[in-house]
């Protein structure tokens, strides 16, 4: 069954250090979208990206976050000079449909990303 | 914004018995999704229930009901005959514009 996949699963950084998190979405997937959960809290939005840019992102997404997609098959999120506070797990999702319809997510694993 | 509550961090059932799992929201658009996902340990989300916003009938899959009460924008979900394998953390998830996901419940099963 086609599943949605994260590298690294658990990443420890420095502070100001630059962090690329990595997701291979479901192949015939359009929509993909990048959550994060801090430990104890609740999934948040981060992002959301359609034909090759931004179709949505929360006010967490800040300069310091970018996402792109590359090759076609990878879609990675960027956090450009990492903060204590960007510690938490990063869920990468893709669908089929717009989540504003009936769209399934289908998630990765996530990534756990620790800054020191 | 729409925000979703889900007030049990954490819920204990015996196996085989059943238990239910409360999620409120909060929106004023009339026609949305919710869903209600299951995170196992160490493993990704998954989907486990789908209600469209649009339709009285509450949604089952198999041992999983939900209890949709529109006007109060409630969004419980039961489980029946409960099974070691249900263990998980279980996210109540809003549909509109964009997905939004409660804070979950941590339900742990007793054999």
């Known amino acids: 069954e086609p599943e949605v996949t994260q590298t690294p699963s658990h990443q420890v950084t420095q502070m100001g250090q630059e962090v690329i998190l990595r997701c291979v979405p479901i192949s015939n997937h359009l929509y993909f979208y990048w959550y994060r959960q801090i430990l104890g809290q609740k999934v948040e939005f981060l992002v959301s990206f359609y034909n090759n840019e931004i179709s949505e992102k929360s006010e967490i997404f800040d300069d310091q976050f970018s996402v792109e997609r590359p090759d076609g098959s990878n879609f990675t999120l960027k956090i450009r000079s990492t903060k204590l506070e960007d510690s938490a797990m990063y869920f990468c999702?893709?669908?089929?449909?717009?989540?504003?319809?009936?769209?399934?997510?289908?998630f990765g694993e996530g990534s756990r990303l620790t800054v020191l | 914004a729409q925000t979703v509550t889900q007030s049990q961090p954490e819920m204990s059932v015996q196996e085989a018995e059943t238990v239910t799992l409360s999620c409120t929201y909060d929106?004023?658009?009339?026609?949305?999704?919710l869903f209600w996902y299951k995170q196992p340990p160490s493993r990704q989300m998954i989907l486990v229930i789908r209600q469209e916003a649009y339709k009285q009938q509450n949604a089952t899959e198999n041992r999983f009901s939900v209890n949709f009460q529109k006007a109060a924008k409630s969004f419980s979900l039961k489980i029946s005959d409960s099974q070691l394998g249900d263990a998980a953390m279980f996210f109540c998830?809003?549909?509109?514009?964009?997905?939004?996901f409660g804070a979950g419940t941590r339900l742990t099963v007793k054999p």
């Open positions: 929106t004023s658009e009339s026609d949305y999704y």
């Open positions: 998830a809003y549909s509109g514009d964009d997905m939004r």
């Open positions: 999702a893709s669908s089929d449909q717009v989540t504003g319809v009936t769209g399934e997510l289908f």
